[in-house]
């Protein structure tokens, strides 16, 4: 399917369908229910169907030690302390990526909340839905219980809906962090609002110092706190110098990090997950690329006060009030039709308008840029992945070849099988031929998951099942070839054996995704009436050399606790592969007359014979 | 170009539609009798039957339940038609208007049989609840008398109706080339055609005092109240933001978001599932009239057209979506007989490039910009489902002539006694091997084709075509007994179970529909390209000495039964009657009194 050329920018669009629910409206009502009356708390409500669990915004942070609130901490250690609470999080890290990071206090004050949890459990118990909400640090605290549920409903196999919205939250965790929320296809379960000028998502980007943030937090929980009583939130009582300074101090560190994201180092940066929702006076737009996000809250507070800074973090009772009342109202930004403009450039207009930069103001011109680029490159997995199935479909006469290859190898006068028939093929022109498919699929996969890592292809692409089943049966196809070739080359005596030291490392993500997917499904094993096509052990031959290696082995070996030893193996492997056949889980090539499998077989026969022989 | 008129566009007379109005109208003011039938012969053209249906009730003639009332048509008197084919995914109605549907039906069948046998032309119309009921008969009428006894084709005309079933009544209208009888009137700010985009919940607490406005204004037409105006701001409110919703909702898609953000919330909240159809006219305020049919812009201009320039409006336009209600005939007397302004807003793109008119149009719709890009975003997706069938009909050579070649192939195995099918199965020579690439190649067309109709990519029509149905049945019956042969062949049966259950593909089980739907053949009727798979399956159960089980023996009676139709209709090979085939094999291995002397003829022919 050839996705068309985008001619049109949803981030207005999607804001407009946001605000036109009730979600955010009755989010915001909770969380400043739970800020006015439960500090340090949560509260909850059903609405509907739908559970909903608001944590107060006021909470004490740990803000005492030295260290800047920049550090992060391995969520992988911290949650080993309590016995794998977000496990499949972590398994959906990358070998070679930093590992998930998170913010050390916000994690603390997550495990500090943790008696709250049969509470959550509870409310669940009467929703349909859930949905995790929480302003400032609360909305961390949300983000955490609500990933926490998701891992949590995930190994019970149970798919109650949950969403989180946060409001003028920081930031939570590293890129890696947010990767792994996508490989789960959990990026649409979070949205965090931000209003325009607030400057407490865009904090942690800065090395502040204890004195500072602790300055901020008491003024911000006294105006939270009063805000039953409608206090207008007051202003920071610190001379004006001061201000500007640590204004200035945070927008360089905000400027840099929105550099960075772009091309640069980006370990140890803090990286937004999910979706963002930018709100102003004038509307909203919501984004998701993350590199977009960091730049728009850049671009966003380019030429604001400290003050405007500090106040609209306690603001976003009006911005949702008025956003989620703008249906009502026809929004024009020019007289009459779209004019001269084409329709994206006329959508992207609107974008800016909503986000609340006017036309003329400098940041104007970098932030269409950067709506531009998020929506190039949110579509661009999209279509490699589109072209990767034009692809793939030709491949399947390839396919049909190496099939038609076997069922001539298997039914061949020298009875070797597809196996040992390849390996013996020498420069026999089909043997050549094949080999040549073999190359030309192995080139194939390697790109699809050199794509892969470097993030080209949709997050969730390890989990689409076509791609699953087509890797898989590729591997039962191949590997066998593989083997051979590794085999036949004698590589084994250089570099070691090929489960080992051999096997590419296709294959061992290939494995990883057909069992999660097994895993999963839980696929029915019947059992079968005649051999299998393919034996469902790609590594079968594999295992079969190392056996016969060891076979060779006992006979020169005179160490006898080494020979116990290969003894063991042997033995091993003989139950595995006898069981194997036996279930019928292996083509009819495993068990040809002349393959090295039934030769092998017969070997071990006449070796134990002779061994009886010897000991009476 | 010309500006064209109302009765160019439409294809019905501008006097017989007013006439329609107002006998909608009258049958609103007498509502103790259920059908009114008026003759009408009007100046230019011939005569005609209005049909018109009264238009009061209250909430449970709205809303089944707390929601949105949407039943689906499985089951009812519209099953046949009102479907996706393939997907075999049936329309969602609003269940207490197929009740009110059903309730005259008998009634209404004895009046049309009679302006049927008169030869006349039939108009059924419908104000406000009047309105679905004139829809359905008229989908009733299309489905009983001009498909099977080529009738003469209906006109439906509704005034300030409400919405009747989701997206796929609209697309399947569209497939049976139904729509152009279908036209709705709806005055700019009319709430009545927006209800049903909110659910019953959200706006409960003020639906029966607008319910008893309408009733008392519909009694007489001076009627004005003051007290409703607050409850007519809030039930405006809540209408607008559910319309809100659904068409933000669409427009996302429309406009190609990949945002999962869109799927998790549709968890959250209800959408409503309910679509215009038909041609649709909107009435602006300053006398014009604005035409256009695509289905989603339709959506976008309910919801767009009502927004307010600004909150101070709110109390005005909330009691004039009331009170516009009833002011439809007024209106079309005024603006359809005397000088008309008719602009069609079709094809979409024109509100890109500068043209005059359309965008005055708009704007006296009060269409704002962010309004603009979602009719276009609708065009576009239009015109994107257009290349995609451009796309595909371009591979109908290719397709052909893949097809050819297996019909050769087909054809030479008969030589060597066996049959393709079982020669393919057992890939001895080249040439299997190679058909097996033909069909691998076939099947990436196919599977494509398959993918669009099931995300709706392709145009309404298209499971409708005439040449597509022709070449789906044609590949149906010579490549799927390839992918039986090829699933038993790997035994798939062991890995997954039967062909016909776990392994059919759906390229087969779409065409199969097409072609029972286009022969208005019973489901599952036309399975002759997979009897081969049963066959498979019933042979391992009934040799090997084992008893059959009476359940088996049904199937094989059933099975062998089956076989001698579609023989007889030539719509399964000869080549299955060869000596060394699967099925001759198995049915030499029958017990003698199964086989019967038909089959046992055929055998010794080939």
């Known amino acids: 399917m050839e996705a068309q050329a985008s001619s049109f920018e949803i981030g207005e669009m999607l804001s407009t369908f946001l605000a036109s629910t009730p979600l955010l409206s009755e989010a915001w009502r909770l969380c400043s229910l739970a800020s006015t009356t439960a500090p340090m708390r949560f509260v909850s409500e059903l609405i509907g169907d739908v559970g909903y669990v608001a944590f107060s915004g006021i909470q004490m942070v740990d803000v005492s030690e030295p260290a800047s609130c920049r550090e992060m901490v391995p969520l992988e250690s911290a949650s080993g302390l309590i016995g794998g609470l977000f496990h499949p999080l972590l398994s959906a890290h990358n070998e070679g990526e930093e590992p998930l990071m998170l913010q050390g206090g916000l994690l603390k004050l997550f495990f500090g909340c943790q008696n709250f949890r049969d509470q959550v459990l509870a409310v669940l118990e009467k929703s349909k839905s859930m949905v995790f909400t929480g302003h400032s640090f609360g909305g961390s605290i949300a983000s955490l219980y609500a990933l926490w549920l998701l891992c949590y409903l995930h190994s019970s196999s149970s798919s109650i809906p949950i969403f989180c ?118 509307g909203g737009i919501c984004l998701e690329n993350a590199v977009s996000v960091i730049k728009m809250m850049h671009l966003m507070v380019a030429t604001v006060s400290l003050d405007e800074c500090i106040m609209d973090h306690l603001n976003y009772g009006d911005y949702i009030g008025n956003f989620s009342s703008q249906f009502l109202k026809r929004r024009n930004f020019m007289q009459g039709g779209l004019g001269p403009c084409s329709s994206y450039e006329a959508g992207l207009a609107l974008a800016l308008q909503s986000s609340g930069l006017a036309w003329q103001e400098p940041a104007a011109t970098p932030a269409k840029e950067c709506l531009k680029m998020a929506r190039r490159s949110d579509r661009k997995p999209i279509l490699n992945c589109a072209n990767l199935a034009v692809t793939i479909s030709k491949m399947m006469p390839y396919r049909a070849l190496l099939g038609w290859y076997k069922t001539f190898c298997d039914e061949s006068d020298d009875q070797m099988g597809y196996y040992d028939s390849f390996k013996q093929s020498g420069s026999s022109k089909k043997g050549h031929k094949v080999n040549m498919i073999r190359h030309k699929l192995a080139i194939f996969w390697n790109k699809v998951i050199r794509m892969l890592e470097n993030n080209e292809l949709p997050y969730d692409f390890h989990k689409r099942g076509k791609w699953v089943n087509a890797a898989h049966f590729y591997q039962l196809l191949v590997e066998p070839l593989d083997i051979a070739e590794y085999y036949r080359w004698g590589t084994h005596k250089v570099e070691g054996h090929y489960l080992e030291h051999g096997r590419e490392r296709r294959h061992q993500i290939f494995d990883k995704w057909w069992n999660e997917k097994t895993a999963l499904n839980g696929e029915g094993n019947n059992k079968r009436s005649e051999f299998a096509s393919w034996t469902q052990d790609s590594c079968f031959w594999a295992r079969v050399e190392e056996a016969r290696e060891w076979l060779a082995n006992l006979r020169s070996e005179n160490d006898p606790r080494k020979k116990e030893l290969l003894w063991e193996n042997i033995n091993n492997f003989e139950r595995y592969a006898s069981n194997l056949v036996e279930r019928m889980e292996v083509s009819k090539d495993v068990v040809a007359k002349n393959s090295s499998y039934t030769l092998w077989v017969e070997d071990l026969r006449e070796l134990k014979s002779q061994v009886q022989q010897i000991r009476p | 170009m010309a500006v064209e008129s109302f009765r160019e566009m439409l294809k019905i007379d501008e006097d017989l539609t007013v006439k329609a109005c107002s006998v909608a109208m009258k049958a609103h003011r007498s509502s103790d009798q259920l059908i009114q039938v008026e003759n009408f012969s009007g100046s230019s053209s011939s005569e005609a039957v209005i049909f018109s249906f009264p238009g009061s009730g209250s909430e449970k003639d709205w809303f089944s339940d707390a929601s949105f009332g949407a039943k689906s048509a499985k089951g009812s008197v519209f099953s046949e038609y009102l479907r996706s084919l393939g997907t075999d995914e049936a329309a969602f109605l609003n269940e207490a208007f197929l009740q009110k549907f059903e309730y005259i039906r008998k009634q209404l069948q004895d009046k049309v049989e009679e302006a049927v046998k008169g030869n006349k032309k039939i108009v059924f119309t419908g104000h406000s609840l009047g309105g679905p009921v004139a829809v359905l008969a008229t989908i009733w009428f299309l489905q009983e008398y001009v498909k099977p006894q080529n009738a003469k084709p209906p006109f439906c005309v509704t005034f300030g109706s409400p919405l009747v079933g989701n997206h796929i009544l609209s697309h399947a209208l569209e497939r049976e080339k139904w729509s152009g009888y279908f036209i709705h009137f709806v005055m700019r700010y009319d709430v009545v055609p927006r209800i049903l985009l909110a659910p019953l ?31 007519a701001s809030n039930f405006f409110t809540s209408v607008m933001r559910n319309a809100s919703t659904i068409a933000s909702h669409v427009a996302c898609n429309l406009m190609g978001s990949t945002n999962l953000l869109l799927e998790t919330i549709t968890n959250f909240i209800q959408l409503s599932p309910y679509r215009p159809f038909g041609t649709y006219v909107f009435c602006t305020e300053n006398g014009k009239l604005v035409t256009l049919k695509n289905s989603n812009a339709v959506l976008q201009l309910l919801f767009y057209s009502c927004q307010l320039s600004n909150e101070t409006e709110l109390q005005t336009v909330a009691y004039k979506s009331l009170r516009d209600h009833f002011a439809y005939e007024s209106e079309l007397k005024e603006n359809l007989l005397g000088m008309q302004d008719v602009v069609s807003i079709d094809p979409l793109e024109k509100i890109g490039v500068a043209d005059e008119r359309i965008n005055q149009a708009l704007d006296d719709l009060g269409v704002s910009t962010a309004a603009r890009l979602c009719l276009l975003a609708s065009g576009e997706s239009e015109k994107q489902k257009r290349k995609n069938q451009d796309k595909i009909d371009s591979k109908k050579p290719e397709i052909d002539k893949i097809l050819k070649e297996l019909e050769s192939y087909r054809d030479a195995s008969k030589d060597h006694k066996v049959g393709y099918y079982d020669a393919f199965k057992l890939q001895k020579s080249q040439n299997d091997f190679k058909a097996n690439v033909k069909r691998l190649e076939l099947a990436g067309i196919w599977d494509e084709i398959i993918e669009m109709l099931k995300r709706y990519e392709l145009p309404d029509q298209f499971e409708g075509e005439k040449e597509w ?138």
């Open chain 1, 165 to 282: 919205i946060t409001f003028g939250s920081p930031l939570l965790g590293n890129e890696s962090f947010s990767r792994a929320i996508l490989r789960e296809r959990w990026g649409g379960n979070f949205c965090h609002v931000v209003s325009k000028h607030d400057i407490m998502p865009r904090l942690l980007f800065a090395p502040l110092l204890t004195h500072q943030l602790h300055l901020l937090l008491n003024h911000w929980h006294l105006s939270m706190a009063s805000q039953q009583i409608g206090n207008p939130a007051g202003v920071l009582q610190v001379p004006d110098e001061d201000k500007a300074e640590f204004l200035r101090f945070v927008l360089a560190y905000l400027e840099r990090a929105s550099q960075l994201a772009v091309e640069g180092e980006r370990r140890e940066m803090f990286w937004p997950f999910g979706s963002y929702l930018f709100c102003s006076k004038e």
């Open chain 2, 201 to 231: 919940s959200s706006i409960q607490q003020q639906f029966n005092q607008i319910l008893n406005f309408f009733k008392l204004k519909s009694m007489s037409a001076g009627y004005e109240s003051s007290e409703i105006t607050n409850d």
């Open chain 2, 469 to 606: 149905l022709e070449i789906g049945t044609r590949y149906r019956r010579i490549v799927e007994p390839l992918d039986i042969a090829n699933y038993y062949r790997h035994l798939k049966n062991d890995d997954t179970g039967p062909y016909k259950i776990k392994g059919r593909p759906r390229r087969y089980r779409y065409t199969q529909r097409w072609r029972e739907h286009e022969e208005r053949m019973e489901a599952g009727s036309s399975e002759e390209s997979c009897f081969l798979a049963e066959v498979e399956e019933l042979r391992t159960r009934t040799v090997n000495g084992i008893i059959p089980s009476s359940d088996i023996m049904t199937r094989v009676q059933k099975l062998l039964g089956q076989v001698e139709e579609w023989s007889h209709h030539n719509v399964i090979g000869k080549d299955v009657f060869l000596e060394e085939s699967t099925f001759v094999k198995w049915w030499k291995s029958l017990p003698p009194h199964l086989r019967s002397p038909y089959i046992n003829a055929q055998v010794l022919s080939v």
